[in-house]
Every structure is written in C-alpha cells, then in structure tokens.
C-alpha cells in the first residue's frame, strides 16, 4: 500500500468526519494564553471562521484520528464494509496541524473523533493522548471537543472530559430500536449509561469548591447528534426524544443531521438526497422547545411531520388562530413570543419601549425588521388585522411556490 | 453653524468631549457639523475653545449610551458623530430614550451598533496570519485584512489575548496593530503588498475547507450570508469556492446512482452488540447479576423508554436484611446504584444512626426504572402506579428468592405494597414485624423522601426518629433470627 503523505491523509480523515453536523466553539467560559507558554483563548462566544459552499460553518479542525472502523454502521462512509480509502494519523500529526491551524487564526480548536480500532478503550486512549499532548505539552487553551466511545472505560472518559471543553456521544438515530438494524455493534443502552455519567460528572465539577476548585470538567458540557430521515421515524418522535435527552442529561445541544449521501453507500441503506428542509425545521422546533416556552406536544403530534412549507411557530399560530391578533402594547411576554415574526429579542425590546410609548405599526416594523409576517397576528395603536387574520388562504401567502421547495 | 474637527475617524474621546462642549453650550444638532482632520491634533478650530468646566458640568448621560456611542463611532458611516450628537440631545428632555428601540434614532444606532459588532466579531473569524521570519526567536506572524468598519483597534486585544505568546502585526488600511508579546501598537494604515504574500500551511488548510465540504447539502446563499464576499479577497481558501459549488451536483448525482458495492476486502467485524431485551417469556433468572442484566433489559412495562437503565439492587447475596425503597431518582437513573442521590444521604445518615451496616444489606428498590415527567429541562419525581409496581415486582421477588432475607424493610406505600402484595397504611403498622408468606419477617416504615419533603421542622424530626429506630428495630430482628 502506498504511504499517504500528511495532506493525503487531512484530506481522508476530514472528509471522513464531515457528516457530524456539531461545529460548536462556545461555552468554554472566559480563558486566554496570558501567562501561559502556548496559544489560545476562549471568551464564551463561539466563532466560525470560515463558511464551505454547504453553509456550514468551519469553527474547529474536524477530524478522525483514523476511519479504520471494526464497526459496520450502515449510514457510515466508514463501516468496516466500505471501500472508502482509509488513513491513520500519528498523534503528533494532529497536534502539529492543530497548533498550526490555530496560529493562522483558521480555527478555534480541534474536534476530534475516530473510527473504532481494535477496541473502545485503545481508541480512547489514543484520542486523550491527542487532548493531552495539546493541553499539556503545549499548553493549548483554545477549544477541544472529544467525542466519547460510549463503552470505553469510565477512567478514559473521564480523562476526556478533563481535557475537552465539550464532549459528545451520539445518539445516531431517532429510534433507538433503529440501532440494531442499522449499527448492529452499538448498544442503545450503552450509549444513555454513558451520556448519563457525563452528566453526573459535569454536575460534580459544578460543586461549589471546598478548599481546591475539582478541575474543570467538560466546561462547554455534551451534545448529540441524530441522523435524520434514515429510519422511519415522524418529526413527532424525533422532537419527543430530543426533549427526554435535553432533560436526561442536561444536553447543551441535539444536532440533526440530514442523511446524506455517502461515497460507496450500504446496501441497506441505499443513497438518497438529503432532507434538508425537513432538518432546518427541526432545529426550528428545536429552538421553540427550548427558548420559546413551547411543549412538544403543541409543535407536533407524535405521528405527525412538520409542515415543509413554513415555519412550526407559524403553523402553530395557524393552527390556533383564536389566539390572535394579540396586542404588541399590552400582551405578556410569553404570549409576544408566540407571535411568527418575532423573536427573543425584538420581544424584550418591544417590552422595554412600551412602558415609555405606544407601539405604532411602524415602530413594530423598526422592532421586528419585517412587518408582513406579523400583520395578521398583531394590534398595534394604528392596526388591527379585521379579516386579514380569519382569511383561509392564510397559510398559502406565506408558504412558497412548491418549486422552491426543493434545495437543489 | 459649529464645526468641530476629530482627530481621527475613531476619535470617540475627541467627540465625547466635544459634545459636552456643544451640549453645555447649547448648540442644537442641526447647528453642529462633525469632521475629522486627521492632520491636525488639535480637537477644536479658533471659534470652539475646549471648556472642559462648562463640559463636565450638570449633564449626566447612561453608561448604556457611552457603551452605544463608543460602538457607533467605529462605523464607516459619515452620519455616525451627527446621530450621536443627537441621541446626546435628545437624551435631556427624554432621559431612558434609549429603551425606546422603536424610534428611529435609536434603532439607526442599534442597527448600526449592531453591524460594527458583526464587523468585529467577522474580524475575530477572517484575519488569515502567515508566518514571518522569526524575530528575536519569536514565532511571527503577519495579517492582511480589510475590516468593515473600523473596529481593528477595538478588535486587537481580542488577538493579544488569543497569541500572546507570539509576536504578530495586522496590516489594514485604516491602521495596523502590532504585538510584540508585551505591548499593543499601532501605526498608521498600510498597503496590501506590505503584507506577506503566503504560507506553506496555506495549502494543507484549502485541502481541509474543501474535504470537510459536503457536496450533496449545497447551500451557498447560507454562506455568503456569513461570509460576505467582500472578506473573500484576504481569505486563501475562498478561491475554492466557485470549483466546489460547480462541482456539486455532479458529485452528489454520483453517489445517489451508484450501486452498492460489495467489500473489496476481508472484514473483521467487532461482535454485534447484544441489547437482547429479557420479556416476560423468559423464567425468573438465578443469579443476582441475571437480575440486574435483566432489569437493564426489561421491557415490562414502558418507564424504560425515557429513562436511562434499570436500576437493580445492591448488597450481599446473603444478606440477612433487605431494604427496599420505591423507585430510583434523578441521581440513581444517572449513576445506576440506588440510593446516592439527596434520598440516599438521608438514608445513610438514618442507617449509620440505627447501626446498620449498609454494605451488609441488599438494598433495592420495588420499581427499577426512573419514572419521571419533564418540567422545563428537570425531571419531577412520579410516583409510580399499580400496574408498573406489579409489572416489576417480578424482579423483586426473584432478588427476594436468591437473596432469602431474614427481615425486609420496606420504605414508603410503594415499597410496602410490592412487598406485602396489598397497600398498606405505613404510619398504623410501622415499627412491628409483619410476618410474610415466605417465613421472612417484614417491616414498613417512611420513605427517606418523605422525610425530606416534610416542611414542618417538628413532624420531621418526629419522622425521622421513628425511621431511625424502625431501622434499628429491623436490623435487631434479622439478627435475633440468626442466633435463634
């Protein structure tokens, strides 16, 4: 077999790694290399510091260790059955393109993960010996984000967790009976035990300190990831089980991740297009759930999808029209929020600027930055909706022609 | 007409001063014409002396709109010192003017305040540094870099930070930072060709941005809107873009029509993972480390499915004392022991009170999964019902039969009922030995999260001294029937 040269290799093992959707850099808390002998800082704020052609931001150096897999994953360009070209960095490899990468001002830091070799705790270890050589050799400040094999040891994760500032276990596929069918070597079970020791382990480094301060564990806390649309399940389900994850272990975020075509696909699991749509909708009723005092329940019905054609706060409001028009100048926050067309903060701003005037249509314009989404939903001094609000094409001038529909 | 001359186009000081100037001086903004003349060092021409009494004098404005104002001055707008000096007007007769986001000054400023922090944070994300000749044995660098607004001496701090330990100088045209590891300065605007030409790992980073690009999830109008073209000149892998997206369809065609292909190699697959889940079919398991392969596994009834395992019990296999609570919490669903969380303090205090030795008896629970409803992002305690008690007492009665205690006690209705088989008042019979079918002696008493729920200072200590010596009083009991 040919030797690989280092580019030949970045190039295998970042390729390998892209259809992990979680780019996050933020969360760390406030730190910078002041004092230090190395590079790096984090202020808490994430940045991307540059955008591919699929909108996706480049925040962290993305990569396997290696995609050598002994696991055959049907929905993974690296299963032990692919013939996807295969490569194996050294530890120092990663380190030097991290730092590297790092002082060019490419990036925020290093997500790292690995296809499975040997067995889980090997892997691991080598994956630490990467977070290790960074943050102690070189004294690297900026982010790490380690991805944990959910059955390597607890010692092993636990190690991780010291190193990295957000770790990572995904859950893969909305339905967990889905995993025996399509990564028949991952252990539902397995996978929550783990991401519930993260949990338990974050919470106690979060102890108040007695006379040391416990070293930081997992700062930027844990994510997941589900791949979306491989298996049969409704966005329903999907949302129910991002609420119990949310809740179970305290997660920071639940990424969805279209299933993607992948070079030299499975035979079970044959190559389609990617729901793209139908992902951006998730995250929409992701963001609902969790800042927007929605429950899953008033979003979508367990065997139900979300409308396609716009978005689940507009559907919701079209769904409930008795709740409208609500009045901008007297109506709680709570109700503001549920209003399409306006968020988190034209709603506070809209709050702070009514105790001292009365809100106009064009002063809710200035607020909201777009005013046609809103007019049938709100009263303002000058306005109020009349028929607009009870017309039944409502949701067609707001959904787009079905040719737009399509991404490609 | 007024006409006050800035130092600099980022001369926020000369116009803070200025305006309070004007302002004490009651010039109105529309007599008030703001310009810079970067020449010249002095703030005021011959007909506005500098009257820093008159300045300071009386007007008192939010550090709200002196954190606004210093943002805004770093705009490329011309209108930027005139606006200000018209919200500082303004802000006399309407002093929280600024929480009005609705009126139209106001949201200029916000709007404008708004894109010169975008600019700072793009300039955070875009500068590209390529390595220099080492000076004085330090590694440095050099950027190029074109900012949006004129926010590079408001940004630089963020990269002294970020590389203090390295030496690096950000050219631009309006100004250039430089770090030399101790100090920050700046020197006046610089030309492109002042700035390195490239950097070896320039191209390991383009082999990078284009292997971590998926070809089949094109979207570019999502990347020009967070990476405005206008940055894409200084940015070495942004010369990939139009190749890539042209490429894209071409590529993802490919791989949705290509067949699956067969395994060009033996495989070594890791064993499959055996998440078999024990039914009801299967006969009740003999050992105690079936029990807890078991009750991870168990399907009985649904509280598996939001929980995280099944929590088995915990203890010698020939323990002469069994302990039984009613379900596991937050904590124990977390860790998979019972007992470790707040209830499990309260019971080990309680324990160590009575003399009871926790690692000498089983302890358990009647329900093995956590039964709990979402509230916001914590999960409430729900008391489990017939049907999930029922459904599980099959673990319980197998650990009872492989455990064979002397003595159960069970704490709370939920455990008494699993182990009576019947609901039973626990404050009527606490305290007595009940004799069960099993020639086991049993004793109910409170639950340890009771005790921490009560709210009267008196009831709960009265509680816990009777739980403490229904402990003691069980423990007793299950050692008597030994030396009897």
Redesign the interface.
């Given at each position: 077999m040919a030797v690989l040269d280092?580019?030949q290799k970045?190039?295998?093992l970042?390729?390998a790694?892209?259809?992990d959707a979680s780019c996050a850099s933020s969360g760390a808390g406030k730190r910078?290399?002041?004092?230090?002998?190395?590079?790096?800082?984090t202020?808490g704020?994430g940045?991307?510091?540059?955008?591919?052609?699929?909108?996706?931001?480049?925040s962290l150096?993305?990569i396997l260790l290696t995609n050598y897999c002994?696991?055959?994953c049907a929905y993974c360009v690296n299963r032990?059955?692919?013939?996807t070209p295969r490569a194996r960095f050294a530890v120092q490899e990663v380190v030097d393109?991290t730092l590297?990468?790092y002082?060019?001002?490419?990036i925020e830091g290093l997500f790292l993960s690995s296809g499975?070799i040997r067995n889980s705790d090997y892997t691991m270890e080598a994956m630490v010996a990467v977070a290790k050589a960074l943050r102690a050799d070189h004294d690297f400040r900026g982010y790490i984000h380690l991805k944990l094999i959910p059955e390597a040891s607890p010692e092993l994760t636990n190690q991780a967790a010291l190193y990295a500032d957000r770790v990572s276990i995904n859950v893969e596929l909305p339905r967990e009976e889905s995993?025996?069918a399509f990564a028949?070597?991952?252990?539902?079970?397995?996978i929550?035990?783990a991401?519930?020791?993260v949990?338990?382990g974050i919470e106690a480094g979060k102890e108040p300190a007695r006379k040391t301060r416990p070293p930081k564990y997992a700062p930027a806390g844990q994510s997941t990831q589900m791949i979306i649309g491989a298996d049969g399940a409704r966005d329903g389900e999907i949302l129910a089980r991002s609420?119990?994850l949310?809740?179970?272990y305290?997660l920071r975020r639940v990424y969805y991740s279209?299933f993607?075509?992948?070079?030299?696909?499975?035979?079970s699991l044959?190559?389609?297009?990617?729901p793209?749509m139908r992902e951006h909708r998730l995250y929409q009723a992701d963001w609902l759930m969790r800042f927007y005092g929605f429950e899953t329940h008033e979003i979508v019905g367990p065997g139900e999808d979300l409308d396609l054609a716009i978005d689940p706060k507009l559907a919701w409001a079209l769904r409930n029209r008795a709740d409208f028009p609500v009045d901008v100048n007297t109506a709680s926050r709570e109700t503001l929020l549920r209003v399409p067309g306006l968020g988190t903060r034209s709603v506070d701003?809209?709050i702070?600027?009514r105790?001292?005037?009365r809100?106009n249509l064009?002063?809710?314009k200035?607020?909201a930055r777009s005013i046609e989404k809103l007019k049938p939903f709100v009263i303002t001094s000058d306005w109020s909706p009349g028929a607009l609000a009870d017309r039944a094409d409502l949701r067609d001038r707001f959904a787009p022609p079905p040719q737009q529909l399509s991404?490609? | 007409m007024r006409v006050v001359r800035l130092a600099s186009e980022t001369d926020f000081e000369g116009w803070r001063v200025a305006a309070r100037t004007l302002r004490a001086e009651a010039v109105e903004p529309a007599q008030a014409l703001w310009t810079v003349d970067g020449g010249q060092a002095s703030l005021f021409p011959a007909d506005a002396p500098q009257s820093p009494e008159a300045g300071t004098g009386g007007f008192k404005v939010s550090r709200a709109f002196v954190d606004l104002a210093g943002r805004v001055a770093l705009h490329r707008s011309p209108e930027r010192f005139d606006l200000l000096y018209r919200l500082l007007w303004r802000l006399e007769a309407t002093p929280r003017l600024l929480e009005i986001a609705s009126d139209p000054d106001v949201s200029l400023a916000l709007d404008m305040q708004s894109q010169v922090n975008r600019a700072v944070h793009k300039m955070k994300a875009f500068v590209r540094f390529r390595e220099v000749e080492a000076q004085g044995g330090l590694e440095t660098f050099v950027a190029w870099f074109e900012p949006a607004h004129r926010v590079t001496e408001a940004t630089a701090p963020f990269f002294t930070r970020r590389f203090s330990n390295m030496a690096f100088s950000i050219l631009t045209p309006d100004v250039c930072a430089h770090w030399d590891t101790q100090a920050l300065s700046f020197t006046p605007g610089a030309d492109p060709a002042d700035a390195p030409a490239g950097d070896d790992l320039e191209a390991y980073w383009r082999t990078y941005f284009a292997s971590t690009f998926n070809p089949a999830r094109l979207r570019t109008a999502a990347m020009v809107r967070e990476m405005p073209k206008r940055y894409w000149r200084n940015l070495p892998e942004a010369s990939l873009i139009p190749e890539m997206t042209r490429a894209a369809g071409d590529r993802t065609t490919a791989m949705v029509e290509k067949a699956p292909s067969e395994p060009a190699r033996r495989i070594v697959r890791a064993p499959r993972a055996d998440g078999a889940a024990l039914g009801a079919g299967d006969g009740p398991p003999s050992s105690l480390e079936a029990v807890a392969a078991g009750v991870d596994g168990c399907r009985r009834c649904p509280l598996w499915r939001d929980a995280t395992q099944g929590v088995a019990g915990e203890g010698p296999a020939e323990a002469r004392l069994m302990i039984v609570g009613e379900q596991p919490g937050d904590q124990e669903d977390l860790a998979g022991r019972p007992f470790v969380g707040p209830a499990g303090q309260v019971f080990d205090e309680a324990l160590s009170a009575a003399g009871v030795p926790r690692n000498e008896a089983y302890v358990t629970n009647a329900v093995k999964h956590f039964k709990h409803q979402l509230r916001g992002k914590r999960r409430l305690h729900k008391t489990p019902e017939a049907p999930e008690i029922e459904a599980c007492r099959w673990w319980l009665d197998a650990e009872r039969q492989i455990v064979r205690p002397r003595v159960i006690i069970a704490m709370g209705a939920t455990a008494a009922r699993s182990v009576l088989g019947k609901a039973t008042p626990i404050g009527k019979l606490r305290g007595q030995a009940l004799q069960l079918e099993d020639q086991a002696q049993a004793v109910v008493t409170w639950h340890p999260s009771y005790l921490l729920r009560l709210p009267d200072r008196a009831a709960k200590a009265k509680a816990q001294a009777e739980f403490i010596e229904d402990l003691r009083f069980a423990w007793s009991l299950a050692n008597a029937a030994v030396e009897a």
């Amino acid at each position: 077999m040919a030797v690989l040269d280092l580019k030949q290799k970045l190039s295998i093992l970042a390729d390998a790694a892209k259809y992990d959707a979680s780019c996050a850099s933020s969360g760390a808390g406030k730190r910078d290399s002041k004092g230090g002998k190395g590079v790096g800082s984090t202020e808490g704020m994430g940045i991307c510091h540059a955008y591919t052609p699929d909108g996706r931001c480049v925040s962290l150096l993305k990569i396997l260790l290696t995609n050598y897999c002994i696991y055959d994953c049907a929905y993974c360009v690296n299963r032990v059955s692919s013939n996807t070209p295969r490569a194996r960095f050294a530890v120092q490899e990663v380190v030097d393109l991290t730092l590297g990468f790092y002082k060019r001002n490419y990036i925020e830091g290093l997500f790292l993960s690995s296809g499975i070799i040997r067995n889980s705790d090997y892997t691991m270890e080598a994956m630490v010996a990467v977070a290790k050589a960074l943050r102690a050799d070189h004294d690297f400040r900026g982010y790490i984000h380690l991805k944990l094999i959910p059955e390597a040891s607890p010692e092993l994760t636990n190690q991780a967790a010291l190193y990295a500032d957000r770790v990572s276990i995904n859950v893969e596929l909305p339905r967990e009976e889905s995993l025996a069918a399509f990564a028949p070597e991952k252990d539902a079970g397995v996978i929550r035990k783990a991401m519930g020791a993260v949990r338990l382990g974050i919470e106690a480094g979060k102890e108040p300190a007695r006379k040391t301060r416990p070293p930081k564990y997992a700062p930027a806390g844990q994510s997941t990831q589900m791949i979306i649309g491989a298996d049969g399940a409704r966005d329903g389900e999907i949302l129910a089980r991002s609420n119990t994850l949310y809740g179970n272990y305290g997660l920071r975020r639940v990424y969805y991740s279209a299933f993607s075509p992948i070079p030299d696909v499975a035979k079970s699991l044959p190559a389609q297009r990617p729901p793209l749509m139908r992902e951006h909708r998730l995250y929409q009723a992701d963001w609902l759930m969790r800042f927007y005092g929605f429950e899953t329940h008033e979003i979508v019905g367990p065997g139900e999808d979300l409308d396609l054609a716009i978005d689940p706060k507009l559907a919701w409001a079209l769904r409930n029209r008795a709740d409208f028009p609500v009045d901008v100048n007297t109506a709680s926050r709570e109700t503001l929020l549920r209003v399409p067309g306006l968020g988190t903060r034209s709603v506070d701003r809209m709050i702070a600027a009514r105790r001292l005037t009365r809100l106009n249509l064009a002063d809710v314009k200035r607020l909201a930055r777009s005013i046609e989404k809103l007019k049938p939903f709100v009263i303002t001094s000058d306005w109020s909706p009349g028929a607009l609000a009870d017309r039944a094409d409502l949701r067609d001038r707001f959904a787009p022609p079905p040719q737009q529909l399509s991404l490609f | 007409m007024r006409v006050v001359r800035l130092a600099s186009e980022t001369d926020f000081e000369g116009w803070r001063v200025a305006a309070r100037t004007l302002r004490a001086e009651a010039v109105e903004p529309a007599q008030a014409l703001w310009t810079v003349d970067g020449g010249q060092a002095s703030l005021f021409p011959a007909d506005a002396p500098q009257s820093p009494e008159a300045g300071t004098g009386g007007f008192k404005v939010s550090r709200a709109f002196v954190d606004l104002a210093g943002r805004v001055a770093l705009h490329r707008s011309p209108e930027r010192f005139d606006l200000l000096y018209r919200l500082l007007w303004r802000l006399e007769a309407t002093p929280r003017l600024l929480e009005i986001a609705s009126d139209p000054d106001v949201s200029l400023a916000l709007d404008m305040q708004s894109q010169v922090n975008r600019a700072v944070h793009k300039m955070k994300a875009f500068v590209r540094f390529r390595e220099v000749e080492a000076q004085g044995g330090l590694e440095t660098f050099v950027a190029w870099f074109e900012p949006a607004h004129r926010v590079t001496e408001a940004t630089a701090p963020f990269f002294t930070r970020r590389f203090s330990n390295m030496a690096f100088s950000i050219l631009t045209p309006d100004v250039c930072a430089h770090w030399d590891t101790q100090a920050l300065s700046f020197t006046p605007g610089a030309d492109p060709a002042d700035a390195p030409a490239g950097d070896d790992l320039e191209a390991y980073w383009r082999t990078y941005f284009a292997s971590t690009f998926n070809p089949a999830r094109l979207r570019t109008a999502a990347m020009v809107r967070e990476m405005p073209k206008r940055y894409w000149r200084n940015l070495p892998e942004a010369s990939l873009i139009p190749e890539m997206t042209r490429a894209a369809g071409d590529r993802t065609t490919a791989m949705v029509e290509k067949a699956p292909s067969e395994p060009a190699r033996r495989i070594v697959r890791a064993p499959r993972a055996d998440g078999a889940a024990l039914g009801a079919g299967d006969g009740p398991p003999s050992s105690l480390e079936a029990v807890a392969a078991g009750v991870d596994g168990c399907r009985r009834c649904p509280l598996w499915r939001d929980a995280t395992q099944g929590v088995a019990g915990e203890g010698p296999a020939e323990a002469r004392l069994m302990i039984v609570g009613e379900q596991p919490g937050d904590q124990e669903d977390l860790a998979g022991r019972p007992f470790v969380g707040p209830a499990g303090q309260v019971f080990d205090e309680a324990l160590s009170a009575a003399g009871v030795p926790r690692n000498e008896a089983y302890v358990t629970n009647a329900v093995k999964h956590f039964k709990h409803q979402l509230r916001g992002k914590r999960r409430l305690h729900k008391t489990p019902e017939a049907p999930e008690i029922e459904a599980c007492r099959w673990w319980l009665d197998a650990e009872r039969q492989i455990v064979r205690p002397r003595v159960i006690i069970a704490m709370g209705a939920t455990a008494a009922r699993s182990v009576l088989g019947k609901a039973t008042p626990i404050g009527k019979l606490r305290g007595q030995a009940l004799q069960l079918e099993d020639q086991a002696q049993a004793v109910v008493t409170w639950h340890p999260s009771y005790l921490l729920r009560l709210p009267d200072r008196a009831a709960k200590a009265k509680a816990q001294a009777e739980f403490i010596e229904d402990l003691r009083f069980a423990w007793s009991l299950a050692n008597a029937a030994v030396e009897a």
